[in-house]
């Protein structure tokens, strides 16, 4: 079992930056991969940012240069730096891992742009 935690999520006007966090029960996170998806009003939820067990990143195209996906492996914690942030970036944020065949999931963390 394995517990996700967000958190970090606000509201913000557009240009404006935020970091989310997102903690784990326990030390996982050079073990699975781990990522980040979103799901905004009215729409399918989505991948914005992975990072795999070797470190290695991939971002969706929509957040390349503006986002960065990373871990502190002492703290069990993810972070996701979200920097120039448009008003298409409003959603739910969510962190997810996945542990053997099952996939975790956290509660989710509102983010709002808008001026």
């Known amino acids: 079992q394995v517990q996700l935690v967000e958190s970090g999520g606000g509201a913000v006007q557009p240009g404006g930056s935020l970091r989310l966090s997102c903690a784990a029960s326990r030390s996982i996170f050079m073990i699975n991969p781990m990522g980040w998806y979103r799901q905004p009003p009215g729409k399918q939820r989505e991948l914005v940012a992975d990072?795999?067990?070797?470190?290695?990143?991939n971002y969706a195209d929509s957040v390349k240069g503006r986002f960065t996906i990373s871990i502190d492996n002492a703290k069990n914690t993810m972070y996701l730096q979200m920097n120039s942030l448009k008003p298409e970036d409003t959603a739910v944020y969510y962190c997810q891992t996945i542990v053997g065949s099952l996939s975790y999931w956290g509660q989710g963390t509102q983010v709002t742009v808008s001026s």
């Open positions: 990072i795999t067990r070797a470190g290695s990143t």
